[in-house]
């Protein structure tokens, strides 16, 4: 197993971290996603763990927190030899102030979290989303206070815009606050606006990229290719995605077809090449793999250990590249003063 360093930050983490979304499935909107057991969620960790893979996502939204009862009940006698990282900010009970990032919703949420996972602390604890009613430093100092506490080692933002995040990062700086390290954001061969703005970001601040849905949605994993659309499960029509992005139906097949090609090649499977992909990204410390049972796992731990060629990734590149909107397709002209992270 590969580690790299979590950000501008001292901890080293593997490349992939096992998403516990799955874990749970007792309310309505994440029964697609799966429905495992603490037994079945055991084995899965000892799966990561004989693999490299100590780092476990979670999130309080998840399953209404039962995800994160079954991982704290899954990792009993171990937890010494895990990372684990949470999520507090969307919507968790019926009172008023049960949501978003304010002092007095952090405070609570990251207590419960503690408990239902069974720790005295989370590595790291994301914002899940961006809190335009909560000022940014009240957010920061909870944060920060929560860290000097030890009940969360680092923190890190989600599914912010970019001038969310860097103005969270000057914040930090102007009152010597605890930092987010790491962002964790949708990425895939099929989702790659977050190379506009979000990755030269990173770059330029050291902001270390965790991803989450690298299959975009399950359309990556081999499932769907021209003439055969799947249905069923999260998806929908073949571009289109429940509750995801949606693509255009060429463009999906585009991808699909430079994918199964490389791993001819390459004689990996279509999700392998496309999480090994994104490992060769900037920024990218981390990839979140999800999985219904342990044959999924263990094919997506067969996407480490192994590299495209610079040719594979230039294919895959030109097939999954898109003309980005205003003003990055400007910017792209001034290339001699403003150098792009990755190839457009």
Known sequence: MEYRQFGRSGLKVPVLSLGTATFGGTDAFFQNWGSTGVAEASRLIDLCLDAGVNFLDTADLYSSG???KILGEAIKGRRDRLLISTKATFRVGEDVNAVGSSRHHLIRACEDSLRRLQTDHIDVYFMHGFDALTP???????????????????????????????????????????????YQGYYSLIGRHYEWELMPLGLDQGVGLMVWSPLGWGRLTGKIRRGQAASGGRLS????????????????????????????????????????????????????IGARN???LKQNLGAVGWSLSADQIARLDAASRENPIYPYWHQIGFDERNPKPTAW
Request: aromatic share 8%; glycine share 10%; hydrophobic share 40%.
């Open 237 to 288: 029509t073949a571009g289109g995605a429940e509750g995801g992005p949606t693509v255009s139906d060429d463009y999906l097949y585009d991808v699909v077809d430079a994918l199964d090609a490389v791993a001819a090649e390459t004689g990996k499977t279509v999700p392998q090449v496309a999480l090994n992909w994104l490992l060769s990204r900037p920024t990218v410390c981390n990839i979140v």
């Open 294 to 296: 342990e044959e999924q």
């Open 66 to 68: 039962d995800s994160e």
């Open 136 to 182: 940014v430093e009240e957010t920061l100092r909870a944060l920060d206070d929560l860290t000097r506490a030890g009940k969360i080692g680092y923190i890190g933002a989600s599914n912010f815009s970019g001038w969310q995040l860097m103005k969270a990062l000057a914040t930090s700086e102007r009152y010597g606050l605890a930092r987010y390290v790491v």
